[in-house]
C-alpha cells in the first residue's frame, strides 16, 4: 500500500489549497478515504472521510470550508481547503480505512488502516 500525498504549502489566512493523494496497491474503489491532522508530540485528528458510496463526514471545525472527494479513475482523493485559519496549521496526512468501515465510524482513527508520508500546511500572514 502507498498513499502519497502533496499540495501543501504555506498560505495566508482566508487562502485556498487543494491537497491530493494517489494512492497504489490496493483495489482503490473498495476503501473509504480519509484526511487526519498531527503535529509532532500532539494527538491525531481526523478531519474529513470519503465513504466508498461517495458520502462524506468533516470534523465541526472545518464544515463549510473544506470538501473532501476521490476519483476513482485516478485512485485519487483530494482535500479542497478553503477560507483556511492558523489553527489549520499543521502535517496533512491522507489515509485509508480498515475495509468494511461503515460511514458512522469514518472519524474514528480506530478504524485508520495505512497512510502515507504528511504534507505540510502552514496558515500565516
Known amino acids: 500500500v502507498q498513499l502519497q500525498a502533496s499540495g501543501g504549502g504555506l498560505v495566508q489566512p482566508g487562502g485556498s489549497l487543494r491537497l491530493s493523494c494517489e494512492a497504489s496497491g490496493f483495489r482503490f474503489r473498495d476503501y473509504g478515504m480519509g484526511w487526519f491532522r498531527q503535529a509532532p508530540g500532539k494527538e491525531r485528528e481526523a478531519v474529513s472521510y470519503?465513504?466508498?458510496?461517495?458520502?462524506?463526514l468533516n470534523i465541526d471545525s472545518v464544515k463549510g470550508r473544506f470538501t473532501i472527494s476521490r476519483d476513482n479513475t485516478k485512485n485519487t482523493v483530494y482535500l479542497q481547503m478553503n477560507n483556511l485559519k492558523p489553527e489549520d496549521t499543521n502535517v496533512y496526512y491522507c489515509?485509508?480505512?480498515?475495509?468494511?468501515?461503515?460511514?458512522?465510524?469514518?472519524?474514528?482513527?480506530?478504524?485508520?488502516?495505512?497512510w502515507g508520508q504528511g504534507t505540510q500546511v502552514t496558515v500565516s500572514s
Open positions: 470519503i465513504h466508498t458510496s461517495g458520502g462524506r
Open positions: 489515509v485509508r480505512l480498515r475495509r468494511g468501515t461503515i460511514y458512522s465510524e469514518g472519524l474514528n482513527p480506530d478504524r485508520y488502516d495505512d
